[in-house]
């Protein structure tokens, strides 16, 4: 056996590994990368804590430079066992994961502080890597079916939230004015969302008995009209629940409306099994 | 060709621009009228930012009078090539128009700083255009006659509301006092409604242990009642959701609203068979 | 005619002006008993606000002692014109109207501030006598069946949060401790109270890191139960809605499922006009 | 009769008050025990208040064994009266039995008062006794199904909106910096779970303008995403209350599942007309 077909018989077998989910080393494989994302996560989050960072610097850089090379290999991997990999490296997913190892790369070479807390920054575009992941996208599809069907509405409805922003924000401007923090349109409308969306920071609040007046309206406003998404996507996803029970209709009356687990018909009781 | 024949051939392509919006001339207009709207509220708002308005006040001025002069030829094209310009001028769209581009030629005449102020704020009124924009009407119907449809039952709610605030309100006046923050019983009403729509800005909150135990009470109360707007609107989505599915007109009666599975025209009595 | 009779017609013409509300002078005294309650209330709450009662005060006394005597008469003629006025003193609504104008007079013999306070409030519960209101009962039945039939699993679901409540603020207390606000336990409850509801004061918030974990939890927790007592009342008011269409079946086929204003039945064409 | 048939007899009775719910003496025992357990978490509560704690101490200290005394006679007489005790000392309630009763006997030999504290604490899981009370157990099961049911779907929104919050966090870390409060990633989580659940403390809150666009952003996609998880539940809830009408059993296989208007089993094709 040349070497030739011993590589092709590694590529097979990386493959298997990589893309073939339902195998017993594409699951293990699965849930190590899953591992390795959320740990790489919690790595970039921490080096933020000043306290924590001047501990464990060194510990930090270390499992840092561990994670990057296991995502090189991973990406060479990729490239290496696909028939296109000129395609892969152009995807969505390819330029993720070339995002994913390449700012520690480019650490070695930047030193400005500014530019590579930014780059450092892109280490988190990791966490899209888990979209890829099969035990993610499996669940995920009758909530994006939902949310893509109810869109239009939604628009309609930010569009509606939006315009009303605007208008009271002009009003609370011209009603409490900038002695009470309301500096101009733009931070008023910045309060109308706070407030409308029931946020509600304090660090402005309306001071003039009027513009409480106002505010109060706006707070009911805001707890009624989230009634609005919310009946918008409720109703899709009864309607997608509803419908994907389509069944075939029994031979003999032509009756859809039995249990998904029926082996005859409830309307003239003749056998489901053969449809 | 004479000038009478000409003036007609332009109304008519005027027409055709602003009013029909399947041609691609007319949806190039409405996609531009979009585009100034939303800068000219841009505008507007950033006027009001002292420190950007000092830096740009000429550039400012000179943009916004180049919008006036654009709504106000748009305006008077508009009253050219209707048939019945009256009718237009004194609609509700036909005001608006109007008030969008007044307010600038009212500012040459007048000097006060207050009146100015608000006339300027009049401005924003130009947003209103946007809902003639058959872009943004064609998707919003489905929402109002939802909103319509609930309107009865909506109106008992924050009828509802407003009482179990304003007996909350007097209670937690006589609880908490004028020392706590509870000045009186309109501020304790408003209190009252920052909490049960949960926005809560805490610049009044309660002080004594008993207080505090009826605002729990309020909170808990606030976050079950938010479930009835939301059960309605969510009631009435649904049934519109499911009527709408289109069916053919019965032949004899031209009635469309029947059962799925209905074989005899509920109107009329004709065969459904053949549609 | 004797005065008996004078007297025995004049009750009657009371009874259908104060019970009658399809006629028109019901319809009126409705309006009128709406817009003298909202008065009232009103009036209570500005007596509260320091610099408004200091110079209105006469007024506001007069315009109290007006509505009273209006009250009076209006339980006065109540009491005559029913069958049984025994019956009426002492049911709900008569309690109300009693207790509506009861404090005015009290307060001629009591001089104690504090006791007059109370008293005082009490007329708020005049409030309630809109709920004796036909415009306002009509329109709240199906809201009221709603809230009932899922009375059930509301209550469940209040006292699996209440639950929660404790335990958190147990282990928040536990974490942050007297020295960051969270002094009792049931100063620790106040907050998760606070916080699950999505309220969100700040008064008190977590300090420690391990805190602010927990707080991340509840909040997101609280975040995502909202939508259970939602999806109770959804459900409820879905269901009433399509319960209501309960229709005779046709005499024919014994069909139910037809539009409301079906002529025909849609299964075998048979007329519904008889049934 | 031999002490060992009075033991016997004793036994049965015991195992009817404790287990039998449907029996008079079995609902006593069912409400005395709430009672009980309601009465000493507000006993546990009122300890940690300074002042009632120094007023009360030896009455709080006395109740407190009373109940333990109680709680261990109960705990005693279970093991009594079942036939497998070792299953049910080892089982969830029993585990949640013996920690009810053991804080109080420790205490007694340990002295350290953080430990003490944390004990002490462990009472609070009495709680937890309710959930075996079977006046909770049947209402909360359909709630249960509807959220187990939505598992799935609610999972894939929690973990969309971790990685939304993680990538927010890192922007706001990124455009306020640690001079605005922003002081690491994870205190920019914390704003951002704080923001976007809609809860606002104020605490932390956006100073630059561009931080401000970023945070109204967050408030709308807060606003708006809390309708997925309120859908989800919503469509569950209603497709437990259709199916649960309970039907009778077809005579043939004892089949409830089957659509209202069947007439013959879907299961095993007998005829239903006659149950």
Redesign the interface.
Known sequence: MGFSSMYSEFRKKVYIVIYHTNTRAGRLFDLILLGVILMC?LL???????EFDQKYHSYLITLEWIITVFFTIEYLLRILCINRPIRYIFSFYGIIDLLAILPMYLSLFITGYNIL??IR?LR?LR?FK?LNNPH?TN??N??RR??IASR??????????L?ST??IG?IM??VEGKENGF?????S??WT???????????I?PQT?LG?II??FV??M???I??????????????I?YNKEMQNPCINCDNT???S????????????ENI
Chains 1, 2, 3, 4 share one sequence.
């Open positions: 996560v970039v989050m921490m080096e933020t804590v000043a807390t930014v920054a988190l966490l888990i993610f669940h995920s009758k909530l939902a949310l239009g509405k939604i628009v309609v409805f930010i569009y509606f939230v315009i605007i208008i002009s401007y011209l500096t101009s349109v733009p931070m409308i910045y969302i706070v407030t409308l969306t029931t946020v509600g920071y304090g660090d609040s008995p409480q505010a109060s707070m009911i805001g707890y009624g989230i009634a609005v998404p919310t009946g918008i996507v409720s109703a899709e996803i009864s309607k629940s409306n039995y249990p687990n029926a082996k005859f018909c409830p309307q003239c009781g003749h056998s489901l």
